[in-house]
């Protein structure tokens, strides 16, 4: 009897090991060893070119803490990603409270929100190049309000907002998904008690629907905070670090770094802190934010 049960174990970790296998090895292969091979390279004076490598020990990191430019565009990227975070998850809750009502055409908006999701973080960035160079120039000269006539990409204050407004554009379909996707799964049977006890809807939504919620907020903002971060390819199109490298993310300062001035070894060191400082940032997040979460 026992040998049999042993055998049905055995059978179904077997199959299991089949469909997860394939997972494993694509993780191994492009997120585990690549992350190792930076952290070995990072402890060298490699410069991506020459074959000969040479043990230095912890000196990039030490040259690190006094780099102004790697700092300053970190700083640059946690106050975007910051900003970012917070109007793409308040504007794609209240999209998605919205489109959870009876709304006609509820599906097509929904369609309407999502598509600049689809569209890659290059062209998003030459879109919005041409608006703010064109399209809004031509709506000052007719409208004549100052909002138009703005410098977007020509001083640091306006390029970071621009950055801003075309992320936030860019990712408020996804997180409205995920909010939808939690609000129409909340109990009807809480909703209904809520509603016989003489609750408003502020009240329902506040008191219950949004403790309930908590589950999906953690994940939107985890994955909304990742993204900002990650901020590359748009950053690329949209202002390519100027003004005066004000608005260089930290991404293509280190890209910078290891590939144009040919320093991989410092890149990688670059590479490495950008990780743990992240990775330590979502943890607290996830776990500050796990804490609230309410279970029915």
């Not at 809750?93 to 999502?114: H, I, K």
């Not at 009240?203 to 985890?222: D, E, G, K, S």
Request: hydrophobic share 50%; charged share 15%; proline share 3%.
């Amino acid at each position: 009897m026992m040998e049999g049960v042993k055998r049905k174990k055995c059978k179904y970790f077997f199959y299991e090991m089949i469909f997860v296998a394939p997972v494993m090895f694509g993780f191994l292969l492009v997120k585990l060893v690549p992350f190792i091979l930076t952290c070995y390279y990072s402890l060298t004076d490699w410069n991506g070119i020459s074959s000969g490598i040479h043990f230095v020990g912890i000196q990039n990191f030490i040259e690190l803490l006094k780099d102004e430019n790697y700092w300053n565009s970190f700083v640059f990227t946690f106050k975007f990603a910051a900003v970012s975070l917070v109007l793409a998850n308040v504007l794609g809750f209240v999209v998605a409270y919205f489109l959870t009502r009876p709304v006609p055409g509820r599906n097509l908006y929904r369609a309407g929100f999502y598509i600049p999701n689809t569209i890659g973080g290059l062209v998003l960035g030459f879109i919005w190049r041409f608006i703010f160079t064109g399209l809004f120039k031509k709506l000052y000269s007719i409208t004549g309000w100052s909002f138009f006539g703005l410098r977007w990409l020509s001083t640091p204050a306006t390029a970071f907002w621009g950055l801003v407004i075309v992320q936030v554009w860019a990712q408020l379909g996804y997180t409205m998904l995920l909010y939808i996707s939690g609000l129409i799964q909340l109990p009807d049977d809480v909703m209904e008690a809520a509603a016989v006890d003489g609750a408003t809807k502020v009240q329902t939504l506040f008191r219950i629907q949004m403790p309930l919620m908590i589950p999906t907020i953690t994940r939107a903002v985890f994955i909304t905070f990742l993204t900002c971060m990650r901020l590359y390819d748009m950053n690329l199109a949209l202002t390519a670090g100027n003004p005066y490298r004000s608005s260089e993310s930290i991404t293509m300062n280190i890209f910078e770094t290891a590939f144009n001035s040919n320093e991989m070894a410092y890149g990688c060191a670059k590479a490495v802190i950008f990780v743990i400082i992240v990775a330590a940032i979502s943890s607290v997040q996830s776990y500050l934010t796990s804490k609230k979460e309410v279970k029915l």
